[in-house]
Protein backbone atom coordinates (compact mmCIF):
# COMPACT_ATOMS: atom_id res chain seq x y z
CA UNK A 1 0.00 0.00 0.00
CA UNK A 2 1.48 3.42 -0.83
CA UNK A 3 1.71 6.06 2.01
CA UNK A 4 -0.43 8.79 1.97
CA UNK A 5 1.01 12.86 2.28
CA UNK A 6 -1.21 15.38 3.65
CA UNK A 7 -0.48 19.23 3.11
CA UNK A 8 -2.53 21.18 5.10
CA UNK A 9 -1.37 23.68 7.87
CA UNK A 10 -1.68 23.06 11.09
CA UNK A 11 -4.33 21.83 13.23
CA UNK A 12 -6.68 20.96 10.12
CA UNK A 13 -3.50 18.71 9.12
CA UNK A 14 -3.31 16.53 12.85
CA UNK A 15 -6.83 15.56 11.69
CA UNK A 16 -6.43 14.56 8.63
CA UNK A 17 -3.60 12.78 9.39
CA UNK A 18 -5.54 11.10 12.33
CA UNK A 19 -8.53 10.41 10.29
CA UNK A 20 -6.31 8.76 7.44
CA UNK A 21 -4.66 6.12 9.78
CA UNK A 22 -8.02 5.20 11.61
CA UNK A 23 -8.81 4.01 8.18
CA UNK A 24 -5.51 2.11 7.85
CA UNK A 25 -3.79 4.86 5.98
CA UNK A 26 -0.34 5.50 6.43
CA UNK A 27 -0.76 8.62 6.99
CA UNK A 28 2.64 11.43 6.96
CA UNK A 29 2.18 15.19 7.22
CA UNK A 30 3.95 17.86 5.20
CA UNK A 31 2.11 21.29 5.41
CA UNK A 32 2.85 23.82 2.72
CA UNK A 33 1.18 26.82 4.78
CA UNK A 34 1.52 28.26 8.49
CA UNK A 35 -1.56 30.54 9.75
CA UNK A 36 -1.60 33.97 10.22
CA UNK A 37 -3.91 35.71 12.86
CA UNK A 38 -4.48 39.39 11.04
CA UNK A 39 -6.12 42.49 12.26
CA UNK A 40 -9.42 43.22 11.64
CA UNK A 41 -11.79 45.59 12.40
CA UNK A 42 -15.16 44.08 14.37
CA UNK A 43 -18.23 44.62 12.63
CA UNK A 44 -21.33 45.46 14.42
CA UNK A 45 -23.47 42.33 15.16
CA UNK A 46 -26.28 44.38 14.60
CA UNK A 47 -26.18 44.43 10.85
CA UNK A 48 -26.27 40.84 10.37
CA UNK A 49 -28.98 37.79 10.97
CA UNK A 50 -26.31 35.04 11.00
CA UNK A 51 -22.68 34.06 10.65
CA UNK A 52 -21.37 32.17 8.02
CA UNK A 53 -18.08 30.34 9.03
CA UNK A 54 -16.60 27.79 5.85
CA UNK A 55 -13.34 26.80 7.83
CA UNK A 56 -12.59 25.89 11.76
CA UNK A 57 -9.27 27.87 11.14
CA UNK A 58 -11.63 31.20 11.36
CA UNK A 59 -12.33 30.12 14.94
CA UNK A 60 -9.06 29.43 15.88
CA UNK A 61 -7.39 32.82 14.27
CA UNK A 62 -10.18 34.91 14.72
CA UNK A 63 -9.13 36.08 17.80
CA UNK A 64 -11.17 37.90 21.25
CA UNK A 65 -13.40 39.91 18.22
CA UNK A 66 -15.52 36.30 17.80
CA UNK A 67 -16.86 37.00 21.15
CA UNK A 68 -19.13 39.29 19.82
CA UNK A 69 -21.62 37.49 17.96
CA UNK A 70 -22.01 34.93 19.89
CA UNK A 71 -25.65 36.33 19.67
CA UNK A 72 -25.88 35.43 15.95
CA UNK A 73 -26.58 32.12 14.58
CA UNK A 74 -23.39 29.81 13.06
CA UNK A 75 -24.34 28.47 9.79
CA UNK A 76 -21.21 26.02 9.21
CA UNK A 77 -20.11 24.10 6.53
CA UNK A 78 -17.91 20.80 7.79
CA UNK A 79 -18.60 19.21 11.21
CA UNK A 80 -15.20 20.60 12.20
CA UNK A 81 -15.86 24.16 11.41
CA UNK A 82 -19.27 23.06 13.81
CA UNK A 83 -17.52 21.96 16.35
CA UNK A 84 -15.00 24.02 16.96
CA UNK A 85 -17.93 26.72 16.72
CA UNK A 86 -19.89 25.26 19.80
CA UNK A 87 -16.56 24.96 21.47
CA UNK A 88 -15.90 28.96 20.95
CA UNK A 89 -19.60 29.17 22.42
CA UNK A 90 -21.05 30.00 19.16
CA UNK A 91 -24.65 28.68 18.54
CA UNK A 92 -24.88 26.28 15.66
CA UNK A 93 -27.85 26.73 13.46
CA UNK A 94 -27.03 24.25 10.33
CA UNK A 95 -24.16 22.30 8.96
CA UNK A 96 -23.50 21.92 5.30
CA UNK A 97 -21.33 18.96 4.20
CA UNK A 98 -21.22 19.59 0.63
CA UNK A 99 -20.10 22.70 0.09
CA UNK A 100 -21.02 26.37 0.68
CA UNK A 101 -23.00 26.97 -1.80
CA UNK A 102 -25.60 23.27 -0.74
CA UNK A 103 -25.39 25.22 2.57
CA UNK A 104 -26.28 28.51 1.24
CA UNK A 105 -29.51 26.71 -0.52
CA UNK A 106 -31.12 25.84 3.23
CA UNK A 107 -30.52 29.40 4.96
CA UNK A 108 -33.38 31.94 4.44
CA UNK A 109 -32.39 34.28 1.11
CA UNK A 110 -33.10 37.25 3.15
CA UNK A 111 -30.66 36.70 5.54
CA UNK A 112 -27.65 39.48 6.00
CA UNK A 113 -24.31 36.97 6.59
CA UNK A 114 -20.76 37.67 8.11
CA UNK A 115 -18.90 35.59 6.11
CA UNK A 116 -15.64 35.54 8.70
CA UNK A 117 -12.81 33.92 6.58
CA UNK A 118 -9.32 33.82 6.07
CA UNK A 119 -7.64 35.71 3.14
CA UNK A 120 -7.33 32.88 0.70
CA UNK A 121 -11.42 32.27 0.45
CA UNK A 122 -13.85 31.16 -2.50
CA UNK A 123 -16.61 33.37 -3.29
CA UNK A 124 -19.36 31.66 -3.16
CA UNK A 125 -21.27 31.56 -6.90
CA UNK A 126 -24.96 31.74 -5.00
CA UNK A 127 -26.17 34.98 -6.26
CA UNK A 128 -28.31 37.49 -4.98
CA UNK A 129 -27.15 36.54 -1.30
CA UNK A 130 -26.10 39.73 1.28
CA UNK A 131 -22.96 37.98 2.35
CA UNK A 132 -20.08 40.57 4.20
CA UNK A 133 -17.10 39.07 3.73
CA UNK A 134 -13.84 39.46 6.50
CA UNK A 135 -10.65 38.12 6.76
CA UNK A 136 -9.17 37.41 9.98
CA UNK A 137 -6.30 35.04 9.14
CA UNK A 138 -4.28 34.20 6.25
CA UNK A 139 -1.70 31.26 5.38
CA UNK A 140 1.16 31.72 4.13
CA UNK A 141 3.70 29.80 2.09
CA UNK A 142 6.26 28.55 4.42
CA UNK A 143 9.49 28.63 2.53
CA UNK A 144 11.24 25.63 3.26
CA UNK A 145 9.19 22.46 2.75
CA UNK A 146 11.06 19.43 3.52
CA UNK A 147 10.60 15.79 3.30
CA UNK A 148 8.93 16.24 -0.25
CA UNK A 149 11.37 13.49 -2.15
CA UNK A 150 9.54 11.07 -0.15
CA UNK A 151 6.81 11.61 -2.39
CA UNK A 152 8.19 9.61 -5.00
CA UNK A 153 5.87 6.78 -5.87
CA UNK A 154 3.28 7.61 -3.30
CA UNK A 155 -0.07 9.23 -3.19
CA UNK A 156 -1.48 12.62 -1.75
CA UNK A 157 -4.32 14.38 -0.91
CA UNK A 158 -5.06 18.24 -1.38
CA UNK A 159 -8.11 20.44 0.16
CA UNK A 160 -7.50 23.99 -2.05
CA UNK A 161 -6.57 25.18 -5.48
CA UNK A 162 -3.91 27.11 -3.81
CA UNK A 163 -1.90 23.97 -2.00
CA UNK A 164 -2.43 22.00 -5.18
CA UNK A 165 -1.05 25.11 -7.11
CA UNK A 166 1.91 24.96 -4.65
CA UNK A 167 2.70 21.53 -4.52
CA UNK A 168 2.90 21.30 -8.51
CA UNK A 169 5.42 23.90 -8.48
CA UNK A 170 7.74 21.88 -5.79
CA UNK A 171 7.30 18.19 -7.41
CA UNK A 172 9.33 18.14 -10.70
CA UNK A 173 7.88 16.39 -13.78
CA UNK A 174 9.59 12.99 -13.25
CA UNK A 175 8.55 12.20 -9.72
CA UNK A 176 4.46 14.03 -10.40
CA UNK A 177 4.08 11.29 -12.66
CA UNK A 178 4.66 8.25 -9.92
CA UNK A 179 1.95 10.41 -7.41
CA UNK A 180 -1.41 9.40 -7.35
CA UNK A 181 -3.44 12.85 -6.37
CA UNK A 182 -6.92 13.12 -4.62
CA UNK A 183 -8.67 16.61 -4.94
CA UNK A 184 -11.09 17.37 -2.88
CA UNK A 185 -12.98 19.29 -5.42
CA UNK A 186 -12.60 19.70 -9.53
CA UNK A 187 -11.18 23.18 -8.68
CA UNK A 188 -8.51 21.47 -7.22
CA UNK A 189 -7.73 19.06 -9.73
CA UNK A 190 -7.61 21.58 -12.63
CA UNK A 191 -5.22 23.67 -10.16
CA UNK A 192 -3.31 20.51 -10.08
CA UNK A 193 -2.24 20.57 -13.77
CA UNK A 194 -1.33 17.75 -15.72
CA UNK A 195 1.76 14.90 -15.17
CA UNK A 196 0.78 13.02 -12.27
CA UNK A 197 -0.17 9.35 -12.60
CA UNK A 198 -3.50 9.74 -11.41
CA UNK A 199 -5.78 12.44 -10.44
CA UNK A 200 -8.82 11.79 -8.87
CA UNK A 201 -11.58 13.88 -7.56
CA UNK A 202 -14.06 13.43 -4.33
CA UNK A 203 -17.19 12.98 -4.83
CA UNK A 204 -18.42 15.57 -2.43
CA UNK A 205 -16.27 18.44 -1.27
CA UNK A 206 -15.59 17.09 2.48
CA UNK A 207 -12.70 15.44 4.17
CA UNK A 208 -14.24 11.90 5.10
CA UNK A 209 -15.02 11.38 1.05
CA UNK A 210 -11.70 12.45 0.04
CA UNK A 211 -10.02 9.98 2.60
CA UNK A 212 -11.86 7.67 1.16
CA UNK A 213 -10.86 8.35 -2.54
CA UNK A 214 -7.15 8.45 -1.05
CA UNK A 215 -7.25 4.67 -0.03
CA UNK A 216 -8.55 3.43 -3.45
CA UNK A 217 -5.89 5.33 -4.46
CA UNK A 218 -3.47 4.10 -2.10
CA UNK A 219 -3.90 0.16 -2.69
CA UNK A 220 -4.67 0.29 -5.90
Given amino acids: MRRLFVFRPEPAARQTTRTAKDLGLDAVSIPLFELESIDWTVPDPRDFDAMLLTSANTVLMAGEGLASFRALPVHAVGEGTAVAAHVAGLGVAS ?36 ITSVAVYRANEKPNVSGLQALEGQAAVVHSPRAARRLAELISPGTRSTIRLAAISNATAEAAGEGWQEVGTALVPRDTELLALALLLCQT
Fill in 95 to 130: VGNAGVDELLAEVPRDARLLHLCGEDKREPTTAGRS
